[in-house]
């Protein structure tokens, strides 16, 4: 996993709950990296997984909630380090259909060593995408977090559903409608 994911997330970590609480995670998880890192490194994902649990004990929100919150706030970090990515696309289901062949294809030039999902279409109009999710480290609640910032990002409204079809998560599908009239929060 690449350093700007644990960069920003000690970062989130740090806005929310206080360096105490970084320093804490840090201390429970046992992490080769004693918890430096650079943003153009790459670290293991199991250090990921012990910060988020140690985090998920020390303030008592589920895994799933914290990782979805994550999405949110590195959706924003996407925005401001790639504006260029984003300006191309005029519609967010175009945008969420290009990720497999075009945007992640450009982050693996970009980020030498990330490792990213797979995604399959299923079915897609003007309105509708319905999109497999396939990752062996189960961030499909950072998954969704990003597609709802996505029609957010272009003022639009959305209904993500998610149906796992693998019991860890590990493949999922993603039934995703836009969500016509004013755009509400
Ligand atoms: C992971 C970049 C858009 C879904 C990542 C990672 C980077 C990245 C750097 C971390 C890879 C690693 O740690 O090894 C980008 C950029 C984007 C973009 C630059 C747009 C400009 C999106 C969007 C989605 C998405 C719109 C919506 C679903 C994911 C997911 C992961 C991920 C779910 C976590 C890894 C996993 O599930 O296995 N992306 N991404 N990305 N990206 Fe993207």
Redesign the pocket.
């Given at each position: 996993?690449?350093g700007?994911?644990f960069t920003e997330f000690l970062d989130m970590v740090e806005k929310k709950f206080g360096i105490e609480v970084v320093d804490h995670i840090i201390n429970e998880s046992k992490l080769q990296s004693d918890g430096v890192y650079t943003s153009v490194g790459?670290y293991d994902?199991v250090e990921m997984q012990s910060l988020l649990i140690n985090l998920s004990k020390k303030v008592d929100i589920p895994l799933d909630g914290l990782i979805y919150n994550y999405?949110l706030y590195f959706?924003n970090v996407?925005?401001s380090?790639?504006p260029g990515?984003?300006a191309l696309y005029k519609d967010p289901i175009e945008?969420?259909s290009s990720?497999e062949n075009h945007?992640?294809v450009?982050?693996r030039k970009?980020?030498p060593?990330?490792?990213?999902?797979t995604?399959k279409i299923e079915k897609k109009n003007e309105d509708h995408l319905e999109i497999l999710?396939f990752?062996?480290?189960?961030?499909?609640m950072?998954?969704?977090a990003?597609?709802e910032k996505?029609f957010e990002h272009y003022d639009q409204g959305s209904e993500i559903r998610l149906e796992k079809i693998e019991d860890d998560g590990t493949k999922v599908r993603f039934v995703i409608s836009k969500k016509h009239g004013a755009y509400q929060q």
């Open positions: 996993m690449k700007i994911v790459t994902f999405g959706f996407l925005t380090v790639h990515i984003f945008l969420l990720i945007i992640h450009q982050v970009l980020y060593g990330a490792e990213l999902p995604f999710y990752s062996e480290r189960a961030m499909y950072f998954a969704k990003l597609m996505t």
